[in-house]
């Protein structure tokens, strides 16, 4: 639409010159600046990584709560103002050391769960858990842990981390879900438990949409892939291939079309959002896998970094011990000759001469 308005205020502009009725004065600066600002910058608009980065851009200017409750007001029916407020009187955190076993791997509601919970500021979640309740449930609780494993090691706590099951209330699903943006809004890293179900569940996809309006990019996502802790077929699923899931393919083939939801209502209305924040669907399509593509790169190159230098390290301990094992005598030097038996030993004499000692077990010879 702008771009359209931009092309009439073009085509009015260069026919008043034609016709020598356009005069240039302060009453219409405004007009050219508009025109020559959407000429030159529309058609990098609809550029996807353009627009990452202006959203980016925007971010950094202290607008993402702004933007959450926004996407959240169009998610639910109250304002941004109403929304945001509410949110962040429900914003609420959970240590992930209180979640146990049973808690994270069934998808039931749990009260007592909730409880453990507690309410917490902007800014003081580690991390947004983003998962589908489709997963395999050993293989989501062994990916967390080894999660929480290499927080741990890296800050020395336990992370605090924003998890559906134990920070939503349930007697009031949804306004809760509608204030969803906010939540996101409100955690420094969204961690993305990635698996074969994940792309074909529209909150899912709407987290990321969210993600990407407020700005996040590749380096605040934690992708957990299923060749690294995931993406086991899950129990009774006969659906689901036993054959390796390619994560490269499932990102390229995404279609946000075929991402399915529990309520018909709701997935239309999640749609109609998206395609609103993107000016299409094939546009957000486009740079959701862009941006999920650059995650995996990025964790990818940080593993072969730890892998690099855990090698390293080895090879460092590895020639300590070579060399503590040759360099134990000082001052006269001392040979040794491997043999498989005896083993001779030629040590300097007092004269400067090597006597040779043969050194065999259980016997000495001269």
């Known amino acids: 639409m702008m771009l359209v308005l931009a092309a009439s205020n073009g085509v009015r502009i ?11 004065d302060a009453s219409n600066v405004h007009i050219v600046v508009f025109t020559c600002e959407f000429v030159l910058l529309g058609p990098l608009a609809l550029r996807a990584d353009f627009r990452l980065r202006a959203q980016s851009w925007l971010a950094s200017r202290g607008e993402a709560v702004t933007t959450a409750a926004s996407i959240a007001a169009l998610i639910g029916s109250r304002s941004a103002e109403e929304v945001q407020q509410l949110a962040l009187q429900r914003l609420r ?22 409880e453990k919970s507690s309410r917490c500021q902007l800014g003081q979640i580690d991390a947004f858990i983003s998962h589908s309740w489709r997963d395999e449930p050993e293989a989501k609780w062994q990916a967390l842990q080894a999660w929480r494993a290499g927080f741990k090691a890296r800050f020395h706590r336990e992370p605090i981390v924003w998890l559906d099951k134990a920070c939503i209330e349930q007697d009031d699903i949804d306004a809760n879900l509608m204030c969803l943006p906010v939540f996101l809004a409100g955690c420094n890293t969204l961690l993305v438990l990635f698996s074969r179900s994940y792309l074909e569940r529209l909150w899912c ?11 996040g990019t590749a380096d605040r996502i934690e992708m957990i892939l299923p060749d690294h802790a995931l993406g086991a077929p899950a129990a009774g699923d006969v659906s689901a291939k036993a054959s390796p899931f390619d994560v490269h393919d499932a990102i390229k083939s995404f279609d946000v ?14 749609l109609t959002v998206i395609e609103a924040g993107f000016g299409g669907l094939g546009v957000f399509n486009e740079v959701l896998v862009k941006l999920l593509d650059a ?30 094992s040759t360099d134990w005598t000082s001052g006269n030097e001392c040979s040794v000759a491997l043999t498989a038996s005896p083993l001779r030993l030629a040590a300097p004499s007092s004269s400067g001469a090597h006597t040779h000692v043969a050194v065999q077990l259980g016997a000495v010879s001269p």
């Open 93 to 114: 955190a959970i240590r992930l050391d209180l979640i146990s076993y049973d808690e994270l791997t069934s998808p039931k509601p749990d009260p007592l769960l909730f």
């Open 14 to 24: 260069c026919t008043s010159v034609i016709a020598g009725v356009w005069w240039f």
């Open 295 to 324: 995650a995996v790169a990025l964790r990818d190159a940080a593993e072969a970094r730890a892998l690099a230098a855990k090698r390293g390290e080895r090879m460092r301990r590895a020639s300590g011990d070579r060399r503590a």
């Open 205 to 215: 996809v709407t987290e990321i949409f969210i993600f990407m309006q407020m700005g």
């Open 257 to 270: 079309q075929r991402a399915a939801c529990f309520r018909s209502e709701e997935r239309e209305r999640l």
